[in-house]
């Protein structure tokens, strides 16, 4: 498998980093999920969080990584059978993707940053608190990425089950070249 | 119609003159920022947490000669919590604690005000917080007054009470040592 994508084939790393923030994107839905409601004298009531925070920073840089890859190294041309309506379904549904991921992880940046304070990423570095003076900010930055997310993670969910439906439906290549074939 | 306005002011004013002979009306000096709703709340038995409300205003009215006449009434905006730390104070805000989309304001209103020594007293009143209203009792002292520098007249006090969470139909439980917390007021007024 080559690096690079080429107009047929997706390379190694478009295929890393596509699985990799797949990964990412539902184990932080799902730790976010079950953090929120632990026992103030869980174990977990500090550490999770800081889990979930230093994850999601990562992410940022990841999908930063992606979005730089994607101009270095454009993604495959569509399959021929696809007809315009589904290339254009796909080309939004991924904007949507991205775009809607990015606002998540800003929003989640700044409920923790909304009193100036920095976020520690594993404790290895921080990221400081920029924007901290829009009103109520915490609190509106906590519903917009409350609710993205669950946007998101259906998004996602409906993303996976097309690249199943192509699979098994349509019987065409879609899926099989998010593995390198 | 403006008549009968100002007939009915009139009187009134003379009549609640007539009842606080020498009661000066005070507004809470929210303006300069010389008042302070602060609360302190254990963290695990270990150390204060201290916070504050920054949104909320109020009047008393104050004679030296006759505190047992004294009133206070202060209302304030409950989505102003802050204890210095953006995820903690959108915690309080929330269902576990404050509920503050539900219950925007809490008051105090004051009912009886019963003189303890000099310069202390105990102000009875009702406290609505969380949409539950109980009756407190604050441990008021009398800190000063006199003329401001800038041709007002001030008059200052501070004050405290705890209550106990569950009261007050809190939800979260921060354990054994956190069941209670102390309020504490400190305000300036500026007689109006």
Known sequence: ???????????????LLHWLVALAVFGLFGLGYW???LDYYSGWYKTAPDIHKSIGILLFFVMLVRMLWRGFSPSPSSLPEHGRLTRLGSKFGHAFLYLGLFVLMLSGYLISTAEGRGISVF???EVPA???????????????HEY????????AGIHALAALKHHFIDRDRTLLRMFGR | MLKKTLATLVLGTALLGAGSAMAADYAIDTEGQHAFVNFKISHLGYS???GSFKDFDGSFSFDEKNPEASKVNVTLNTKSVDTNHAERDKHIRSGDF???????????????????GEGTADISGNLTLNGVTKPVVIAATFIGQGDDPWGGYRAGFSGSTTL?????DIQKDLGPASQEVELIISVEGVRQ
């Open chain 1, 130 to 144: 920029t924007l901290t003076s829009i009103p109520d900010q915490e609190d509106i930055a906590g519903l917009v």
């Open chain 1, 1 to 15: 498998m080559q690096w690079r994508n080429s107009s047929a084939r997706y390379g190694a790393v478009s295929i």
């Open chain 1, 123 to 125: 404790g290895l570095f």
């Open chain 1, 35 to 37: 953090m929120v409601e």
């Open chain 1, 148 to 155: 993205l997310a669950w946007a998101l993670v259906v998004f």
């Open chain 2, 48 to 50: 204060w947490l201290y």
């Open chain 2, 98 to 116: 404050l509920n503050v989309d539900k219950h925007p304001t809490a008051t105090f209103a004051s009912t009886a005000v019963k003189s303890t």
């Open chain 2, 164 to 168: 106990k969470l569950k009261d007050f």
